[in-house]
T-cell receptor, first 115, second 115 residues
Framework: ETGVTQTPRHLVMGMTNKKSLKCEQH?????MYWYKQSAKKPLELMFV???????ENNSVPSRFSPECPNSSHLFLHLHTLQPEDSALYLC??????????????FGQGTRLTVV | AQTVTQSQPEMSVQEAETVTLSCTYD???????LFWYKQPPSRQMILVIR??????QNATENRFSVNFQKAAKSFSLKISDSQLGDAAMYFC????????????FGQGTRLTINP
């Protein structure tokens, strides 16, 4: 039990498919994040949610649609992706955005391949 | 905007030896946090050590220690008595105090431990 669980671990999808990535945290945290990790590039923050409300959207294309139904679950809905969207998608959580001295805990990621 | 640079894409060290991973960053802020994360083949990002910018004392966690040079904006990680389990990608990260707890990552250093 890692605290932050992501499913699926691997996903291969066509450019016309619709799929969703799921993240669940068992730590009682109030903030959740999506990061994208591409080969040979630094991790890029995509979205930040605090108490189910989106507080940051880093100019992410609309083909990525996040959803946070409660403070324990975070989804990333994928639609008409491009091959360059292939990457490792990491979910993270932290206690609270107001408690800036706490760390972020990460899941194991979903390896996405768009064909 | 803050940036983090890791100039060593790959490093290797003999088991039981000491290795130092480099990290520099750029910021106009006076207070912030710095982190080293480890990403083993399991892909989960694990916090190794963190440093608060207002603290002059270098952080230490068992075999892991940092050399924090605030004026030079340098934050290197020293691993003593290297073990096979230390093999992983190591990421340096910066986080502002307050705000959405965005972590800004470097590009990573792949550390290999030679038996």
């Amino acid at each position: 039990e890692t605290g932050v669980t992501q499913t699926p671990r691997h996903l291969v999808m066509g450019m016309t498919n619709k799929k969703s990535l799921k993240c669940e945290q068992h730590l009682g945290h109030n903030a959740m994040y999506w990061y994208k990790q591409s080969a040979k590039k630094p991790l890029e923050l995509m979205f930040v949610y605090s108490l189910e409300e989106r507080v940051e959207n880093n100019s992410v294309p609309s083909r990525f649609s996040p959803e946070c139904p409660n403070s324990s679950h975070l989804f990333l809905h994928l639609h008409t992706l491009q091959p360059e969207d292939s990457a490792l998608y990491l979910c993270a959580s932290s206690q609270d955005l107001s408690q800036w001295n706490t760390e972020a805990f990460f899941g194991q990621g979903t390896r996405l391949t768009v064909v | 905007a803050q940036t983090v640079t890791q100039s060593q894409p790959e490093m290797s060290v003999q088991e039981a030896e000491t290795v130092t991973l480099s990290c520099t960053y750029d910021t106009s802020e006076s207070d912030y946090y710095l982190f080293w994360y480890k990403q083993p083949p399991s892909r989960q990002m694990i916090l190794v050590i963190r440093q608060e910018a207002y603290k002059q004392q270098n952080a230490t966690e068992n075999r892991f220690s940092v050399n924090f040079q605030k004026a030079a904006k340098s934050f290197s990680l020293k691993i003593s008595d290297s073990q096979l389990g230390d093999a992983a990608m190591y990421f340096c990260a910066y986080r502002s105090v307050g705000g959405a707890q965005k972590l800004v990552f470097g590009q990573g250093t792949r550390l290999t431990i030679n038996p």
